[in-house]
């Protein structure tokens, strides 16, 4: 709070802003938010634990910004609780929540230097000149900035003004970081680099972040735990890890993966003790677990998770099952895209339906339009068509 | 229709004689009257009603300028009329950029139709609020006073209107990175809103100046002594008391003119500008 920084006087207030690394939890309990007539967020409950670094994963529009400006006060839920450390913040202003924010857009000032730009908060907690100087050359050394304080935001490239609207967040050692989507703008290589960097920044400075993205591998390779959100409601709050491989929705499966996971309508036949899921074109046997947690459902119709890496081109139309495979499912190739030496294929069922596949190097180059059967490797995931959750074995 | 490049260097020729034409002509048409008035300040009376008239003054008259001020009181309507501008211009700006940033940026009940109350204002003629103003005045006993040149210009529809425009353009991430920086409204307007309006500001402000410096009716109606009355008054009074001393009006409103002339001259860049530069970049 800036209000237990003014009484200080000069070195004594500097010193207490690098001081203050001690990380603080960040929670949203059963927040909403609507405008008007439609919600944002909806009963949004997540926290984040202090000094972590947490992704905000969602599509465009699924309330991620808002997520984090209500973290910041920048907008007052329409009902839950806002918790900064043990603090509930809720009328808190947001200058005094002591949350420094990186907007999708940056907002720098354009008419001001890249330093002034960065000392802006300090100015406004009465920091002394001098020591202001001093923080802003740390900061900006750290950031490799020295060499364009002087310069007007417009004359910087996207990747440098990125690292001035960082700079001028981490200067004042804020309890909380908020990072809206900082990388959206920079090409591909740049953002490899700079998503390093800021998981490097992270280890360093310790503080928690709320980082939000709607870019799955920059979610799945910088966060500690993910929160996959849609349409303002939380599906999932997990380690990356268990965000793919246990997805615990229809949603969150068919979101993460590139390509995503492949959702296919099927029907559960039991044949003895064995379940399978009837496919057009094939079926598949569920395992043990599997099988029982269905059955325990009392499923009929189900959602059949199968991610494009447990599938396995066989070509020919005719091709025997294989050991080892749960099953096989008879398609048709219809578009095949090159990424590097490997390639995906789509590929379509009976049914009509699209299914990807990812089919390693030094397989034999695939054509459209012919007829294949694609073996299924394992593992796959079962939801339940009425609500998308996952069949949990 | 097929045209021969020699063809078409005529046709761009012909198009380019006839622009600078149209702009000689336009340029005659503002400069003449200046001009003359010029000439006229510097003959003596007796060669201004002349037939044909005199174009060019073979013997300049230099001293009807001092004239203008030992005789006709021109240094005092000056003063004057630099205080009134000044006091307007700057009234204006600062009534202006407060009421115009709470319309961009502060949500509070009816904001919208308080804003076109501002607007309907600009429909009002200045002759429609003559009188309800001049017995406002009178019953402040304000009569022949400064304020009562000053403060019924203070507050104007236009800046309103114009620097609400370019606080719109500002960002909202803007507003809201300096909140969550600890700056208040009043900090982010000095320190964001009005310099990043800059442009606007000083085109607006100009246009304030020339308005109040140019005012004729209303300082008419409400000064009766030398003590406050503005040039173009002045001048107007010298003109009815004095037809014989017709070249020393010519000079009084040649130097009325005078700062007018030297604000277009020193800011025409920040004229242009302000009209052609979007206020926010990148
Ligand atoms: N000020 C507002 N007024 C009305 N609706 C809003 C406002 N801000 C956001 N919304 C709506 O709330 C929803 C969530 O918006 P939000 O900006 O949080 O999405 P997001 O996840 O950040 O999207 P993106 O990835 O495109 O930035 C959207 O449907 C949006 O239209
Ligand atoms: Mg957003």
């Known amino acids: 709070m800036d209000g237990d920084l003014s009484p200080l006087a000069g070195r004594d207030a500097a010193s207490h802003l690098l001081e203050r690394a001690t990380a603080t939890s960040v929670a949203l309990e059963g927040v909403s938010k609507s405008y008007g007539g439609t919600a944002a967020v909806r009963d949004l409950t997540l926290q984040a634990g202090a000094g972590e670094l947490l992704v905000l994963l969602g599509p465009s529009g699924c309330g991620k910004t808002t997520a984090l400006r209500l973290v910041a006060g920048l907008e007052s839920p329409s009902s839950g609780i806002v918790r900064i450390g043990s603090d509930v913040v809720n009328d808190v202003d947001p200058k005094d929540r002591d949350v420094a ?293 | 229709m097929h045209s021969s490049p020699a063809g078409r260097r005529t046709r761009l020729v012909a198009g380019r004689v006839t622009r600078y034409a149209l702009l000689v002509v336009m340029a005659v048409v503002v400069l003449f009257p200046i001009y003359i008035t010029v000439v006229n300040a510097l003959l003596p009376s007796a060669e201004i009603a002349h037939r044909p008239p005199v174009l060019f003054p073979t013997h300049p008259q230099w001293s009807t300028f001092s004239t203008a001020f030992s005789h006709a009181h021109l240094g005092i309507y000056l003063r004057n009329s630099a205080i009134v501008t000044v006091a307007i211009t700057v009234a204006e700006l600062v009534t202006s950029v407060l009421a115009a940033y709470a319309f961009a940026f502060i949500r509070f009940p009816l904001r919208n139709t308080v804003f076109v109350l501002c607007l309907a204002t600009l429909m009002v003629p200045m002759e429609a609020t003559v009188i309800p103003n001049y017995r406002t005045i009178e019953a402040f006993g304000w009569y022949n006073t400064f304020p009562a040149l000053i403060v019924p210009f203070a507050a104007s529809g236009v800046g309103i209107f114009l620097l609400r425009q370019a606080f719109l353009g500002i960002p909202r991430d803007l507003r809201d990175a300096a909140a969550l920086d600890g700056y208040g409204h009043l900090r982010f307007l000095m320190r964001v809103a009005v310099p990043l309006s800059r442009p606007v500001l000083a085109a607006f402000g100009i246009f304030a100046f020339m308005g109040a410096w140019n005012q004729y009716l209303w300082p008419l109606i409400v000064t009766q002594t030398d003590s406050v009355r503005t040039v173009p008054i002045g001048l107007r009074q010298l003109s009815a008391a004095n037809v014989n001393q017709i070249d020393v009006i010519f000079a009084g409103t040649l130097l009325g003119a005078l700062p007018i002339f030297v604000l277009l001259i020193v800011f025409q860049r920040q004229l242009v500008r302000g009209l052609t530069a979007g206020s926010v970049k990148g």
């Open chain 1, 101 to 393: 924010m990186v907007f999708q857009s940056y907002a720098l000032y354009p008419h001001l230097s890249v330093a002034r730009n960065i000392e802006f908060p300090l100015r406004s907690r009465h920091v002394p000149a001098a020591e202001r100087t001093r923080l802003v050359g740390d900061v900006a050394d750290s950031l490799r900035l020295s060499s364009l304080l002087e310069r007007k935001p417009g004359q910087l490239s996207g990747g440098q003004r990125q690292r001035v609207a960082l700079a001028r967040a981490i200067v004042r050692r804020p309890k909380v970081f908020l990072m809206d989507e900082p990388l959206s703008n920079l090409d591909a290589q740049l953002r490899v680099d700079m998503r390093a960097e800021l998981v490097e920044l992270h280890a360093r400075l310790g503080t928690t972040i709320l980082y939000v993205t709607h870019d799955q591998v920059e979610a799945m390779t910088m966060g500690e735990r993910v929160a996959v959100l849609n349409d303002g409601a939380l599906q999932q709050l997990d380690v990356p890890a268990a965000v793919h491989d246990r997805p615990a929705n229809a949603f969150v499966a068919g979101f993460i993966g590139s390509p995503p996971m492949n959702i296919l309508r099927g029907r559960l036949v039991g044949e003895g003790d064995a379940l399978f899921v009837a496919v057009p074109g094939g079926r598949l046997a569920l395992g043990d677990e599997l099988a029982r947690a269905a059955r325990r459902r009392d499923l009929d119709e189900v959602q059949l998770g199968v991610r494009p890496e447990a599938l396995r081109i066989e070509l020919g139309a005719a091709a025997v099952p294989v050991a080892g495979l749960l099953g096989t499912i008879a398609a048709t190739v219809t578009l095949v895209e090159l990424v590097g030496h490997e390639q995906n294929v789509a590929c379509r069922l009976a049914g009509s339906q699209l299914v990807w596949v990812r089919a390693g190097a030094g397989g034999a180059p695939m054509r459209t339009g012919e007829p294949v059967v694609l073996g299924v490797t394992g593992p796959v995931h079962l939801f339940d068509p009425r609500d998308g959750a996952r069949v949990e074995p």
